[in-house]
């Protein structure tokens, strides 16, 4: 919920008697040494130490400022703080600070959705005229367009396929039958099609998917082409990551009001055909007398998908 006390304290000018700034870096020696130079300069801080806990602090309360390190630990976290402020808070200033090489290889991305951009290390005074400054101009990111999960991933359907293939193909030894891309890829755009379909006209979670003749086909048809249950069952964990990966490279155009609620639709459609998929391939292995060899449950892919 919003902190109406703030709310109420803000002056004639439009601007709060104590601007709120949410700091985030993980590295705690900055933000203790920033939290006081801010504080001290008439600022009200909130301070968070990982994309999470700024994450938390964002749904909880309205800021005026974001100041948030690019870095933290991996290159690019600071862009999910900065998507999910311009979503809560998108009158919200927001300053990106790192070290120049993360800065030079994210600026594109950078300064479509951030204010400013100061590198480290940091000049105190320059931080606090460029808060200033920018708190005197307003928010200057163009106004993010907000696409559903369905639309992206429609959008994305051919990329995130390629991405996959690519997946597949750094990894031989998991995927070893040898088949051209066009075979390898051939049930996915049916596949995305039923998920484009699940997201648009969702069904209560718990209830049974969509049967899919299309997924009863492929699993067939994998195991003509000699893949192990096994194979069958990685290549679909990896299509969940892509899917993932997908929504990530997106973040500054979700709806962050749906997005969890997408991303559980996206592993209960994948697994649910991954099911129908191990049903006939298992129906074809007992036609054929061939060997079958031990296969994990889909509900055990979720503790591979990060």
């Known amino acids: 919920m919003p902190n109406l006390d703030a709310d109420i304290a803000r002056t004639s000018s439009g601007l709060p008697a104590k601007p709120r700034v949410l700091l985030v870096d993980d590295d705690e020696s900055i933000l203790d040494v920033l939290t006081l130079v801010l504080e001290h300069n008439d600022f009200e801080v909130d301070s968070a130490n990982n994309v999470n806990q700024a994450l938390a602090l964002i749904t909880a309360k309205t800021f005026d400022v974001l100041v948030s390190d690019l870095h933290m630990p991996d290159y690019g976290d600071g862009l999910t703080v900065v998507s999910a402020m311009r979503h809560s808070n998108p009158m919200a200033v927001t300053v990106i600070f790192s070290a120049y090489p993360e800065m030079k290889r994210a600026a594109q991305e950078i300064l479509k959705q951030t204010d400013a951009v100061v590198v480290k290390p940091l000049g105190v005074e320059n931080l606090i005229h460029v808060i200033r400054d920018r708190l005197h101009q307003g928010p200057s990111a163009v106004p993010r367009t907000v696409e559903s999960v369905a639309d992206i991933l429609e959008r994305c359907t051919q990329s995130t396929i390629e991405d996959w293939l690519d997946s597949v193909c750094d990894e031989p030894e998991v995927i070893s039958v040898h088949l051209d891309d066009d075979e390898r890829c051939a049930h996915l755009p049916q596949l995305f099609r039923d998920l484009i379909f699940r997201l648009r006209f969702p069904i209560p979670l718990g209830t049974r998917a969509r049967v899919s003749a299309a997924a009863a086909e492929h699993g067939q048809t994998r195991r003509k082409q000699g893949y192990t249950a096994a194979m069958l069952v990685e290549e ?37 055909q991954l099911a129908e998929q191990m049903a006939s391939y298992i129906s074809e292995a007992k036609m054929d007398d061939g060997p079958m060899d031990a296969w994990a449950p889909p509900h055990r892919m979720h503790r591979h998908v990060a």
């Open 236 to 272: 679909s964990r990896m299509l969940q990551v892509s899917i993932f990966q997908t929504l990530q490279d997106n973040l500054n155009k979700i709806d962050f009001s749906v997005l969890l609620v997408g991303i559980m639709a996206i592993a209960d459609e994948v697994d649910s």
